[in-house]
């Protein structure tokens, strides 16, 4: 992970479901300390609202299965507050997160069978029908990324196009040379 933040990644979500509670907090407490080189990386936590509280991270991010997000704002206060959504997820959540993770876009081996891409048109729609910003999830690779800001996306999430190939620094070079602004 630290040679994808070196070659320009500037945001991680850390969601490692399978580490307990006190190498999660170590982990978190490595990566906030990436801070010291990269001021401006923000680090987010998946679902662990504790952790991310008391490790003191940038942002807490809930799924579909995650706590009430009215009482995680509640409990986070002005930390950044984001969640996953779907198609036919209720707009009204934007009144409470800050930013949203919607798909899957494009299809993905981790929702087969489970949620249905919602594709470049119905990531256009929840851009429209939401009102905070609306990152595209779901399939994303550095070909596609393109297409997900065309469709109006703030921008992309990525694991497996990252963290999933051999060399995910190089990975992160080819998200960013797609998602440079347009002269």
């Known amino acids: 992970m630290r040679r994808s933040v070196r070659a320009g990644l500037r945001g991680l979500l850390l969601r490692e479901e399978r580490l307990q509670d006190r190498p999660f907090l170590e982990l978190l407490e490595e990566v906030l300390s990436w801070k010291a080189e990269v001021p401006d990386l923000w680090v987010g936590v998946h679902d662990r609202v504790h952790l991310a509280l008391v490790a003191g991270a940038d942002g807490v991010h809930l799924g579909f299965r995650s706590l ?9 206060g002005e ?52 009102d905070v910003p609306v990152l595209g999830i779901g399939g994303i690779d550095p070909g596609r990324a393109r297409a997900v800001l065309d469709a109006g996306a703030a921008g992309v999430a990525a694991l497996r196009g990252i963290l999933g190939q051999d060399h995910p620094a190089r990975e992160v070079q080819a998200y960013l040379a797609q998602l440079e602004p347009r002269p």
Not at 85 to 101: K, M, N, Q, S, W
């Open 68 to 76: 009430d997000a009215r009482r995680v704002r509640d409990l986070v």
């Open 79 to 130: 930390m950044t507050l984001g969640c996953s959504t779907h198609a036919g997820d209720d707009p009204r959540l934007g009144e409470i997160c800050d930013y949203v993770f919607h798909g899957p876009v494009f299809d993905t081996p981790s929702k087969r069978g489970w949620k249905e891409p919602v594709g470049l048109e119905g990531l256009r729609q929840a851009v429209l029908d939401w």
